[in-house]
């Protein structure tokens, strides 16, 4: 089985057509989500209706998060906070309680336990960031997951724990998963990719060849930046597309 893993969508309409466009291509089963489906960007209910249609499991984001009630955009700056009330006011009623309904973890099993989440497994929600093998020792001391799927950082990476210490990677195009170790995998962000790379960021995961592919596609960030002027939100959330940042 091939799973598609996509993490912070944020509201971008021509970077998940990208992504979806190169994953059919290269061919999967099953499409897992990590959360944070809008923000940022001037497209949240039509990718949330791709979402609610389309992912076989789905976790709620820090962003969905506000639009479901659950947080103020209190810490957000100011360009996010601008485009996450917009999104609140136009978000449907069936959008927002499919948002309200998602889990905040989802643990599963595929030739082993697995889990689902937005940023932690310990304290989903809490809005940390997995970046460091310094970060990823709490959970991999703490729990007991032979693969945590999760996103929040927007950058595509792994961590390695060998039953001895923990070793990360990032920027690797083919990664090999090992039955006897335990991973953290981030598959980047499809709508804001953070690591200097203006594409959109996805991951395949191969569940008979034990194996992940990492993936990048080019986007229309033009058709992003006009739409933002069309809607007066922060121009600045789509130049930042230009560089990756």
Not at 118 to 124: E, I, M, V
Not at 131 to 140: D, H, K, L, R
């Amino acid at each position: 089985m091939r799973i598609l893993l996509l993490s912070d969508i944020h509201a971008n309409l021509p970077a998940l057509e990208a992504v979806v466009k190169k994953a059919k291509e290269l061919v999967y089963d099953k499409i897992f989500c990590a959360g944070d489906i809008v923000g940022y960007y001037p497209w949240p209910n039509e990718v949330v209706e791709w979402v609610k249609e389309n992912a076989d499991l789905c976790v709620l984001g820090n962003h969905d998060a506000i639009i479901a009630g659950l947080f103020e955009p209190d810490t957000f700056t100011s360009a996010a906070r601008q485009t996450i009330l917009w999104t609140d006011r136009v978000i449907t009623d069936q959008n927002r309680e499919f948002l309200k309904n998602l889990p905040l973890k989802v643990d599963f099993e595929i030739d082993g336990k697995h889990s689902l989440v937005h940023d932690t497994p310990l304290r989903p929600l809490s809005m940390e960031y997995i970046t460091s093998p310094y970060s990823a020792v709490e959970i991999f001391q703490n729990t007991d997951y032979s693969k945590v799927f999760y996103g929040h950082t927007h950058i595509p990476a792994v961590f390695v724990f060998d039953g001895a210490q923990i070793a990360g990677f990032k920027g690797q195009n083919l990664f090999p998963l090992r039955g006897e170790y335990r991973y953290l995998i981030n598959p980047g962000s499809v709508g804001q990719p953070r690591d200097g790379i203006p594409k959109a960021s996805f991951a395949l995961w191969d569940t008979e060849e034990k194996v992940l592919y990492f993936e990048r596609v080019e986007f229309d960030i033009e058709k992003v930046e006009k739409e933002m002027k069309r809607f007066g939100l922060p121009l600045e959330l789509a130049y930042r597309l230009y560089e990756g940042r």
